[in-house]
């Protein structure tokens, strides 16, 4: 069966860094993007980034451009963001997801399986 399961997140302060993981089965990566989704209070779920095997990897919230960084481990099923100089607004629910197909987009209508999330909570 296919599963997603976030970890890594927490209580971090402003400027600080965090990596969160998403370990995944049920799937080959080579078949299926990720994307990486948050979602803060009050406010919609939006895409912040996605990888493919072929595809490449893309951020697409401008907001965090040059602080995070979207990854995979090699040789284990484990997609990784990495985010760095951590401000109070990225504090939001994390989930990653995976694509129906090979190709990233960043509407989350075209991811068929969710993780749970994780929570980053970036505050003084």
């Known amino acids: 069966q296919v599963q997603l399961v976030e970890s890594g997140g927490g209580l971090v302060q402003p400027g600080g860094s965090l990596r969160l993981s998403c370990a995944f089965s049920?799937?080959?990566?080579?078949?299926?993007?990720i994307g990486w989704f948050r979602r803060a209070p009050g406010k919609e779920r939006e895409a912040v980034s996605c990888i493919g095997s072929s595809d490449g990897a893309f951020i697409y919230d401008d907001s965090v451009k040059g602080r995070f960084a979207v990854s995979r481990d090699g040789d284990r099923n484990m997609i990784y963001l990495q985010m760095n100089n951590l401000k109070p607004e990225d504090t939001a629910i994390y989930y990653c997801?995976?694509?129906?197909?090979?190709?990233?987009?960043?509407?989350?209508?075209?991811?068929?399986?969710w993780g749970q999330g994780t929570q980053v909570t970036v505050s003084s």
């Open positions: 997801a995976r694509r129906a197909g090979y190709v990233c987009f960043d509407s989350p209508v075209w991811y068929d399986h």
């Open positions: 049920g799937f080959k990566f080579t078949s299926h993007a």
